[in-house]
């Protein structure tokens, strides 16, 4: 079973910046997608970047430009450089882990591990 731990969640001016970061454990597959996701309040679960083992990446529209998924595979961990935030990026972050899903796309349901969340809030 994969674990995965956020961190890197705060609160923001609206211009600022943020980097979450995403450690994972207990994972032995060659290849896995990880994604992270947002969820505002009172409102659906949504993907925002994934990355695939070999370093591809994939950003949501709302996002392209100003976040930044990396991932350091020494560490197990992955990250969300989120640069110029605004107040519609509040929302709780979760990342996710999956063997299975081929291609960079971030359908929800088939995300089988999920971190806990970081909540980032960003003020105008």
């Not at 890197?8 to 970061?21: E, T």
């Not at 060659?30 to 679960?45: C, E, N, T, V, Y």
Request: charged share 15%.
């Amino acid at each position: 079973q994969v674990i995965l731990v956020e961190s890197g969640g705060g609160s923001v001016q609206a211009g600022g910046s943020l980097r979450l970061s995403c450690t994972a454990s207990g994972y032995t597959y060659s290849r896995i997608l990880m994604g992270w996701f947002l969820q505002a309040p009172g409102k659906m679960r949504e993907g925002v970047a994934s990355i695939a083992s070999d370093g591809r990446t994939h950003y949501t529209d709302s996002v392209k430009g100003r976040f930044t998924i990396s991932k350091d595979n020494a560490k197990n961990t992955i990250y969300l450089q989120m640069n110029a935030l605004k107040p519609d990026d509040t929302a709780m972050y979760y990342c996710a882990a999956d063997p299975g899903i081929k291609g960079l796309g971030l359908p929800v349901p088939l995300f089988a591990d999920w971190g806990q969340g970081t909540q980032v809030t960003v003020s105008s």
